[in-house]
């Protein structure tokens, strides 16, 4: 059962099992307003939810699972024509709950929030799709990624080993409900374990200091907005696990929280097709930049370019696969794409580049596309690069990409916030690393283009001039 926790005759009422935008929802309330939102969605098909940080999205989205009914979760932000693709490519036949203002030809199911109903549904088939989630588009138009409820009840059982995570917990951040991080582990995650649920709305280093939770999600530029201020960030001494996602962490971030909170974050890794994979422990080793072992249940292997496996010795690269029980059943009318990336054999191909050592720990480098640099001969990890310039004073957010090169194939590129010479910079990294892996150019920029989970869109880089 998904909403075990939820659903449950032995779990006991609470009355703030769910905060959010102003909104309070015992776990009574929300069993009973979810039920008379399942009544209304019940039958084939699938709905849209504008996913807005809102009681009536929480409502929508566990109505869905209670009916059965699969969601595809829209961003609110999204461009027209982006938000008409996933409409037309998922067949959505409805809004559900909070809706645009241009419906785009759809009917729209309003969600009650005083609406209640005790009707009993039969829990849907493991196999059944829970939701559809589209893709950032960063390889062509959007691709809707399917992942059943199996696949989300054992990610989240996991995690839950990984982390400790109990119903004892209070959950909080402020994170978007159309991604992984914020839907699946922070809501959903809530949901099946039982934990009080709060949603800080805006991710800013004093919501996050107010909450008094125990458990806190967060991209690292949350992280970074905490350790910038001091105070707020003191008040989460008295959590029990900070937990870091959805891209890299800075190094200087990671000791920032060491030293305020007294917490060492926990960093993970995942993506929307597969969920949460590797992770490092509540009670276990947590390593600056690297991102821990593989979850119960989950395989990993890193290959080189001709597919024979790499060394385990921290330092070679290679590209990572993995497989286990909480992968995606495919791309939505997608069979191609598909098969690019999931073999018969269970192995979903990431996409990103990683080195692993003796012990089974993880380090990301990036994604193959971006993040692997062949320079001279040489095989360069930007994350590597930037990690040592993060260590500099004077730089205060970075992105390293590999440009078109007559002479090396690619040459290593910095862009950096920051107020350091771009001299004194390249000089910096080739003092910390081998020569071969410093900068042979600094930018200095005012900002770098990033998503609305904070990854920096790398191809965008590629393109500026």
Wanted: charged letters at 20%; a negative charge; glycine letters at 12%.
């Amino acid at each position: 059962m998904l909403l075990s926790s939820l659903r449950s005759a032995d779990s006991a009422d609470i009355a703030d099992a769910v905060r959010i935008d102003g909104t309070v929802l015992s776990r009574s309330d929300l069993l009973g307003a979810a039920t008379a939102v399942a009544e209304r969605v019940a039958g084939p098909g699938r709905v849209a939810v504008l996913a807005r940080p809102t009681a009536a999205t929480v409502l929508a989205v566990t109505g869905c699972l209670i009916a059965g009914v699969p969601f595809v979760p829209v961003p609110a932000d999204v461009g027209v024509a982006e938000r008409a693709h996933i409409l037309s490519d998922s067949g959505a036949r409805a809004w559900l709950g909070d809706a645009p203002g241009d419906l785009a030809g759809l009917s729209h199911i309003p969600v009650r929030l005083h609406a209640r109903s005790w009707h009993s549904y039969a829990e849907p088939a493991p196999d059944a799709p829970a939701y559809i989630m589209y893709t950032s588009g960063t390889t062509g138009a959007p691709k809707g990624v399917q992942t059943s409820r199996r696949a989300v009840a054992a990610d989240i059982d996991a995690l839950a080993t990984a982390w400790q995570w109990s119903a004892d917990d209070t959950l909080v951040h402020g994170l978007p409900l159309f991604h992984v991080h914020g839907l699946v582990l922070g809501l959903l995650g809530s949901l099946r374990i039982g934990n009080r649920f709060v949603h800080t709305g805006k991710p800013t280093s004093e919501a996050y200091a107010a909450a008094g939770g125990t458990l806190y999600f967060g991209v690292p530029t949350v992280w970074s907005r905490v350790v910038a201020d001091p105070e707020s960030a003191r008040a989460l001494r008295g959590a029990r696990l900070l937990v870091s996602g959805s891209a890299g962490l800075p190094v200087p971030v990671f000791d920032g929280l060491v030293a305020l909170t007294g917490h060492a974050p926990v960093e993970r890794y995942g993506s929307t097709e597969s969920l949460i994979t590797l992770s490092t422990l509540g009670d276990g080793e947590r390593r600056p930049g690297w991102v821990g072992l593989p979850l119960a249940g989950v395989q990993t292997r890193l290959v080189d370019e001709a597919g024979a496996d790499v060394p385990h010795d921290g330092e070679t690269i290679g590209r990572l696969q993995v497989r286990g029980p909480m992968m995606f059943d495919g791309y939505l009318n997608r069979a191609a794409a598909t098969a690019e990336v999931l073999g018969a054999d269970g192995w979903y191909h990431t996409g990103d580049v990683a080195v692993l050592d003796g012990d089974g720990m993880h380090r990301i480098v990036g994604r193959e596309s971006v993040d692997l640099i062949k320079s001279g001969g040489y095989r360069v990890g930007a994350g590597e690069v930037e990690t040592a310039l993060l260590g500099h004073p004077g730089v205060a957010e970075v992105a390293v990409v590999g440009l078109p090169d007559h002479d090396l194939g690619q040459r290593i590129v910095a862009f950096v916030v920051g107020d350091a010479a771009p001299q004194a910079l390249i000089d910096f990294v080739a003092e910390q690393l081998s020569a071969h892996k410093r900068p042979r150019e600094v930018r200095i920029v005012d900002a770098l283009p990033r998503n609305a989970m904070g990854k920096v869109l790398k191809k965008e880089l590629l393109t500026w001039s």
